[in-house]
């Protein structure tokens, strides 16, 4: 269960869930100016790799159990997903092209 301003950080205006993607995809491969997002592996598991300056993380989702938090100008990717992967994606802002920044 998701409640605003317990388990998510910040004003929910948009949902969506990423499926069938093939294991050897990835995804996102991007930034957000704004917005900020909140993931969730809602069945099988991806891994999801974050950069923000010289840091750079991966972090397994398995389950709904676990979310990522991730602020506006982190750099995103996701791989190594299962063939059953749900992935919830909970945006404070709604979608805008403009806000993307792709990281060469």
């Known amino acids: 269960m998701f409640e605003e301003g317990a388990a998510v950080p910040f004003d929910i205006q948009r949902a969506f869930v990423i499926r069938y993607v093939p294991p050897w995809e990835t995804r996102g491969q991007h930034a957000h100016k704004r ?33 990522l938090y991730v602020p506006a100008g982190v750099y995103v990717e996701m791989s190594s997903w299962t063939p059953t992967t749900m992935l919830l ?4 802002e709604r979608y805008d092209p403009d806000d993307y920044v792709v990281m060469e």
């Open 89 to 92: 994606v909970l945006a404070s």
């Open 35 to 67: 917005c900020q997002q909140l993931l969730v592996a809602l069945v099988g598991t991806v891994t999801v790799r974050t950069k923000m300056g010289d840091r750079d993380e991966s972090f397994e989702l398995n389950g709904p159990r676990r979310a």
